[in-house]
T-cell receptor
Framework: DGGITQSPKYLFRKEGQNVTLSCEQN?????MYWYRQDPGQGLRLIYY???????QKGDIAEGYSVSREKKESFPLTVTSAQKNPTAFYLC??????????????FGEGSWLTVV | GNSVTQMEGPVTLSEEAFLTINCTYT??????LFWYVQYPGEGLQLLLK?????DKGSNKGFEATYRKETTSFHLEKGSVQVSDSAVYFC????????????FGGGTRVLVKP
């Protein structure tokens, strides 16, 4: 089935550790995104990538890093510099990063908890 | 910058009641507008969208009309079911590089039998 796969679904991290969230899509989409959702709130953009080997910061990029070495993969690393990383992380993709009408599709999300 | 404002919840309804969730936006140019739905513990699913003024998006009994004059995109459903209990997000994309979405804060809807 086509779609966006995020793993792991649940992740616990000790303070001071880096963790990487995986995102894979088989939709042949050029553009991929990472959003953060805090309880009871909307989504905020962390990073996005319009094409392989290129990515841009979103609204809350501090403490996060990404890579886009393959079209289908866009992993997110939550570094120890992120002061409040406990949140629900959503990966998304769209056919391309141009125009306003392209639908953005979301994965099932990953819960990250700092213990 | 762009912004989306939607009514705060929770909205509690009885089954078969009429649902309206208000959404207004501020954006440059001519954005596309979206409604997404999120069920507990899951990601977001596209519910409907509209890409130009006066367009009506519809899906699963839900409707929303793109009103440029009032910068609004209110979501409506004539007869809700318990299965419609979820969080609903209004969002816009203004076509700037990256096709990024700007979200409202979400509205939780609870439908009781």
């Amino acid at each position: 089935d086509g779609g966006i796969t995020q793993s792991p679904k649940y992740l616990f991290r000790k303070e001071g550790q880096n963790v990487t969230l995986s995102c894979e899509q088989n939709l042949n989409h050029d553009a991929m995104y990472w959003y953060r959702q805090d309880p009871g709130q909307g989504l905020r953009l962390i990073y996005y990538s319009q094409i392989v080997n290129d990515f841009q910061k979103g609204d809350i990029a501090e403490g996060y890093s990404v890579s886009r070495e393959k079209k289908e993969s866009f992993p997110l690393t939550v570094t120890s510099a992120q002061k409040n990383p406990t949140a629900f992380y959503l990966c998304a993709s769209s056919l391309n990063g141009q125009g306003s009408g392209n639908t953005i599709y979301f994965g099932e999300g990953s819960w990250l908890t700092v213990v | 910058g762009n912004s989306v404002t939607q009514m705060e919840g929770p909205v509690t309804l009885s089954e078969e009641a009429f649902l309206t969730i208000n959404c207004t936006y501020t954006a440059t140019g001519y954005p596309s507008l979206f409604w997404y739905v999120q069920y507990p513990g899951e990601g977001l699913q596209l519910l409907l969208k509209a890409t130009k003024a006066d367009d009506k998006g519809s899906n699963k009994g839900f409707e929303a009309t793109y009103r440029k004059e009032t910068t609004s995109f209110h979501l409506e459903k004539g007869s809700v079911q318990v299965s419609d209990s979820a969080v609903y997000f209004c969002a816009l994309s203004d076509g700037a590089a990256g096709n990024k979405l700007t979200f409202g804060g979400g509205t939780r809807v609870l439908v009781k039998p």
